[in-house]
């Protein structure tokens, strides 16, 4: 984490359902998230788009990232976000490279512990949804059925 993209691609996941990425291993759709797509705009448009929503994102909304965050690296075409939990300060990491035009690699995941209980979904989510309400931008979102096996594991809070 923190390298950035390696021949295009971010790391992918340990296999816990604690992690997101769009660089999954073809065998592990449990851990697959679809990049973000923007069109008519280009890279650095797109990013300045993302870094704008980064400015706009509430800490403690959905009772996540209640620590709040800071942005660990920046470059021009990549971004990494260590989130922090309110209670216990555990962070995760958020990474979003935009790895060829028209597409962002995103990729977030908790640092411990085997469950997330919904937090790197909901974060994820967020940032979809701000970025869907942006001209250009086409971000799914994950849920229940997009991924069943992650919500099975994580449903406990």
């Not at 340990?14 to 073809?26: M, V, Y």
């Not at 701000?130 to 919500?151: H, M, Q, R």
Request: aromatic residues 14%; glycine residues 10%.
């Amino acid at each position: 984490v923190g390298a950035g993209p390696v021949d295009g691609k971010l790391k992918f996941c340990t296999g816990e359902p604690n992690c997101f990425t769009s660089n999954s291993l073809d065998e592990d759709l449990d851990h697959y998230y679809p990049p973000w797509q923007y069109k008519g705009k280009s890279r650095d448009q797109a990013m300045e788009d993302f870094l704008a929503a980064v400015a706009k994102y509430p800490p403690g909304h959905d009772n996540i990232d209640g620590g709040g965050f800071k942005i660990a690296k920046q470059q021009d075409n990549y971004v990494w976000i260590q989130f922090e939990s309110a209670k216990r300060g555990f962070i995760d990491d958020f990474e979003v490279a935009l790895v060829e035009d028209g597409k962002a690699a995103v990729r977030s995941s908790s640092r411990l512990g085997y469950l997330d209980f919904g937090v790197n979904a909901k974060r994820i989510n967020w940032f979809a949804e701000a970025l869907n309400k942006v001209d250009g931008w086409s971000c799914a979102t994950i849920d229940a059925k997009s991924n069943p096996e992650y919500f099975a594991q994580n449903a406990g809070r």
